[in-house]
């Protein structure tokens, strides 16, 4: 998929919940991203189910990273604060996921809504004492 083979208005606003910075760090890989917003929207669409659709680090203060996996979202973080002098992974950032209503949860949270939704892991198996993984995803 690229920018051009975008058509509909829908997916030129799909596109538009995704920071430059975010498309640029995942260069090809984030078409693969971009495929699960595009299903995401699809099934909020059909049906009102939430389903997890990316990798998310969300940083005390607030923050939010997105992306393909959680060392993705790691280095956006250091990326966008390399030029501060302050510690930014203290251990109080959370690990989780963006969800196809555009909320942040936690990887048990992550793991209720893939269940609920009826969707298998990538691998077709859930660790369930630990919550869902990006490589649950995709």
């Known amino acids: 998929m690229t ?3 975008l058509k509909t208005k829908a ?3 799909m596109l538009d919940l995704i920071p430059k910075f975010v498309w640029e760090r995942l260069g090809a ?4 991203v971009i495929n ?3 299903l995401a929207f699809q099934l909020g669409q059909e049906e009102e189910k939430e389903i997890c659709i990316c990798a998310a680090i969300r940083l005390q203060g607030g923050f939010i990273a997105r992306g393909q996996r959680h060392s993705d979202c790691r280095r956006i973080i250091e990326d966008v604060f390399r030029d501060r002098d302050f510690k930014v992974f203290d251990g109080r950032e959370e690990e989780g996921f963006i969800t196809s209503k555009n909320r942040f949860v936690d990887r048990f949270k992550g793991l209720e809504l893939q269940r609920k939704a009826g969707i298998k ?3 077709g198996t859930y660790s369930w004492k630990e919550g869902l993984y990006s490589e649950d995803l995709y």
């Not at 890989?29 to 693969?32: H, L, M, T, V």
């Open 3 to 5: 920018l051009k083979s």
């Open 121 to 123: 892991s990538n691998d």
């Open 11 to 13: 997916e030129k606003e």
């Open 29 to 32: 890989d984030g078409a693969i």
């Open 36 to 38: 699960a917003l595009f």
